[in-house]
């Protein structure tokens, strides 16, 4: 049965304007002051969005010092990395947090799977989409209408697509609400400084020569000095290192499938939902 999704009344907003202002005035600042700027603002709308890579996990020890009622939560795609499971125990542990998990619609997984086999994505990049689509990009869809900001481990070093974020903006591919990027202008060192001098926990997998983790079949160690990116769907020639969370794709290739999945089970109500007014 398809699950319900209740879409709550949200009162903190921003515009153009205001998001550029902030942008601005926080360009300089260190990641613990966008969070704390964030948290004054945003109050129990703001979100902590974690995959558990290193920025992340760096994202929740800043939070959870500003606020140990800090909201986290993840997307399980269902197809992690023990490892990243075996963290995620750990952060709970750790910081006695609570972290809220937005899993992907289990009746159109099993239509995507029964078309296409379980593996998909190794077969074509229109087919890799679909799949980051249905477990990735509509899970997070969900989550989103659950709060007015949302914080993100992006840096600007980290590929190309995202050289120009700013640690504030407008998110129009989720309904206009602000998108955090409090890490943009650090670099991985500085990262692992952080981790390091603060004993935070880290992803084992970073230990086996790992740089960018994702779904366990689709992520692979990477050769030292590599890009970190060249990990993940390592198969595909002249494809965006991106399954579509952080900027929008389109391809004209599995926007037609996605659409039969998501009318063929009825889901297009909840995952495909637009945000209801604020």
């Not at 296409?116 to 969900?142: A, S, T």
Request: glycine share 10%.
């Amino acid at each position: 049965m398809h699950q319900e999704t209740h879409i709550p009344r949200l009162l903190h907003t921003m515009d153009e304007l205001e998001a550029g202002e902030a942008a601005v005035e926080l360009d300089d600042k260190e990641p613990q002051e966008v969070l704390a700027w964030a948290a004054e603002r945003f109050g129990r709308e703001l979100g902590i969005c974690s995959s558990f890579q290193a920025e992340g996990c760096v994202l929740i020890d800043m939070a959870v010092r500003l606020d140990p009622n800090v909201r986290i939560f993840t997307v399980d795609t269902g197809r992690q990395p023990q490892e990243t499971y075996d963290l995620i125990d750990r952060i709970r542990e750790r910081y006695g947090v609570k972290i809220e998990v937005f899993a992907p619609d289990a009746g159109v997984v099993e239509q995507m799977i029964t078309r296409h086999g379980p593996n998909l994505f190794y077969r074509e990049v229109n087919l890799r989409l679909l799949c980051c689509q249905v477990r990735k990009v509509l899970p997070l869809r969900r989550a989103l209408m659950n709060f007015s900001a949302w914080v993100t481990g992006l840096r600007r070093d980290q590929w190309a697509t995202r050289s120009n974020i700013r640690k504030v903006e407008i998110d129009h591919d989720h309904g206009g609400i602000v998108k955090l990027a409090p890490l943009a202008d650090w670099t991985e060192d500085e990262v692992w400084d952080y981790i390091r001098a603060n004993q935070v926990p880290y992803n084992a997998l970073y230990d086996k020569g790992y740089k960018s983790i994702g779904c366990a079949p689709c992520t692979r160690p990477v050769a030292e000095g590599a890009d970190p990116r060249s990990g993940r769907w390592w198969w595909e020639t002249g494809a965006p290192k991106e399954c579509g969370m952080h900027c929008a794709i389109e391809t004209g290739g599995f926007e037609h499938e996605l659409a039969a999945l998501l009318g063929g089970h009825g889901a297009g109500a909840a995952d495909g939902a637009e945000r209801g007014p604020g």
